[in-house]
């Protein structure tokens, strides 16, 4: 999997929205690769960003600042059909099933007009490829290809997405909460589903959803996104068993597992997040983080390997083997 | 009734049916249960089986022309099912409050937090208005808004939606209920924020003695935080007991396809969950059996053609609707393999 050269290599990238007088800085400054064949899970609250770094890596909102590779490709320097060719080799699927596909069409021409607007398979061939995807997804051409959109359930709507991004063959598939308006049994079909089209297509995956569960049950790696940043990034299974940003520890805290016996925390994060308008100096977790201290304040946490693959960005990162001594709390 | 009722709602054979255009449709069925005082209780299913439909029956709002309410909902010692308006508005907020999902849209967008908290104590208990908008920041208080007497201005568009679920709670409890029911009263706020909420709704359950129906899809929720659970399928009980039981014993097929389809924390990644194939059924066009048979693997003849009725477990107050129920087991571990 760690192949030397990644798939998508994104550096510095910032993505900025203007406020009236004011800038939001949505993404500011994140850096991460993703391997071919992996799938990287992106978590985070609402309002940390993950969408819009998703969005951000499409170009269908326009990055600030920043590099987005594809194969060794600047996504950020292409302009016109070169941006639209490289971008066929991309596809994203949207969290509400329902409102991203239109009503009004038929699936089957939802799902060909990828190849429409490209005419890369035209005539009965195109018929046969349309067919194909549905099979592929779960739904009976025949039976169900000349029904409009608006005729199917959030599950079908969301299978119907997939056959549709799945139709010029992308290498990436950037999936943003897309089980997250589904009910728990549907929820659990299309994450199978997902699973097996990955294998078979040989997709890379980049999972943004706020549910820890279901991130963890489709990534390999995972990378924690806090007001605009990434503060953790790692293996999943280590990131969920020894987080070292303590951001990470309250998040997973806060996960409520179906089980009656499991320990209800006691350690609940207070507060909110911070306004992105006006984030806080230093580390961005620092105002709601018990272990804070002025070094916090004043020293921005660079993302550093705590072990190989396990980079966390925190000055006090924990579960790290080598003693430290803990700095007195701030009083700010 | 005397506070020393230890029961404080007995719904009976409760049913809501929705006329409409294709036919009567029935949202839910021939639900009874009991809630004692100071007792939670979770109502689970997924969309469509009715759990938000049975809250809002119980609270009265079920009632326009092209809705059918039979049964009965004993609050108290009061009739809720057939009472007039006036009956029901007197008991609306003493005796029943509700926490609507939504947070962002069931507070009125023009009109001061405050002024929206302050609205039910003084009609209904008639305070003053200085009265009212000193109780009205002790509440902000006590759900755990930071400068209550500055946030009482704001509007609902200045607050976050964390904020604004509190908000919610501060209304719905501005009055003293004695009984709280919270319609997915976390979904669409964040882990943290949940957690926080749900801390604060159990914490508060206890120092004002109220009793909370906790109504959610997601299993984690109700699994710390209840004493009970109503599992619902196509608007009826299919399976009531103590949390417990019902998620380390449970007989109802569904129930378990229901624990077991959920992504758990603590399994490895890419691992291949267990899906119910097929989907909720359509209420329009019930069969005479039972509603699960269709997507049920035990399914049999009897099953497609014959409703199962609630039928005790061992365990005292635990009840499944099942004709072919999983068999008997101390301890059933909930496993994805």
Redesign the interface.
Known sequence: MNSAEPLLKIRDLKVSFGMGHHEVQAVAGVSFDIFEGE?LGLVG??GCGKSTTGKALMRIVEPTSGTVELDGVDLCAQKGKALRNIRTRMQMIFQDPISSLNPRRRIKDIVAEPLDCWKSVTGSARDTVVSDLLVKVGIDPQVYGNRYARQF?G?QCQRISIARSLAMRPKLLICDEMVSAL???????I??LL?DLKKEYGLTLLFIA?????V?????RVAVMYLGKICEIGP??TL?EVPGHPYTK?????????????P??GD???G?PPSPMNPPSGCRFRTRCPFATQKCADEEPLLSEVAPGHSVACHYPLNVKTPRKRAPRATA | MSDFDPILLTVNDLATTFQTAGGPLPAVGGVSFDLKRNETIGVVGESGSGKTVLTRTIMGLQQRTNVTVTGSVLLDGHEMVGASEGDKRALWGSEVAMIFQDPMTSLNPVMRVGKQIDESLRVRLGMSKADAKARAIELLELVGIPSPAHRYDAYPGQLSGGMRQRVVIAIALACSPKLLLADEPTTGLDVTIQAQILNLLDDLKERLHMSVILVTHDLGVVATRTSRIIVMYAGRIVEIGSTREVFSAHRMPYTRALLESSPKVSNDPHTRLVTIPGRPPNLLKLTQGCSFAPRCSYATDRCHQERPELQPADEPGHAYACWNPLPKTRKRTVKTT
């Open positions: 799938t609250e609402s359930s599950g009910d728990v049994s549907v929820q659990a079909q994450l199978n699973e706020h549910d820890l569960a279901v963890k049950n489709v990534s390999d999943s299974n969920y309250f998040l997973l805290g806060a996960a409520l597992e179906a089980d009656p016996d499991s209800v925390h609940v994060l207070t909110e």
